[in-house]
């Protein structure tokens, strides 16, 4: 089951960066090591997400993942919108099969209509 859910995030086309508790990047996916290459890409792997942001985003951070941890049905918080990008973004827990708070990722929605023509696959 790992090969399809790992192969989920990595054909998302928005940057998915999953952390551990300790706050240390675990995974990006394609999309997240092409967007964050100026500061590093895949090489921020295994790096504290703290590296990457000011002291107020690690302020926040932290109280996001304390109120993940107060209840199992504490998941998702929206974190800002991206008006530049028309996109809302998330930060999302990740629990284990027994709902344990095991890490947690940044999600992406983007707010454009996609206007692709249906079922083209040439």
Avoid at 43 to 58: E, T
Avoid at 63 to 89: A, I, L, P, Q, R
Wanted: proline content about 2%.
């Amino acid at each position: 089951m790992n090969e399809y859910l790992k192969s989920i995030i990595d054909q998302d086309e928005a940057a998915v960066v999953i952390c551990d508790l300790e706050h240390l990047i675990v995974y990006m996916n394609p999309s997240a090591k092409k967007r964050y290459q100026s500061s590093g890409g895949e090489a921020l792997i295994g790096k504290s997400l703290f590296d990457c942001h000011n002291q107020k985003s690690n302020e926040t951070i932290v109280k996001v993942v304390d109120w993940f941890k107060k209840s199992k049905s504490n998941n998702k918080v929206h974190t800002f919108y991206n008006v530049k990008e028309n996109k809302d973004v998330y930060m999302v827990a990740l629990r284990d099969s027994e709902g344990e708070l095991i890490g947690y990722y940044e999600k992406h929605e983007y707010r454009n209509v996609d206007d692709t023509p249906l079922y083209v696959m040439e």
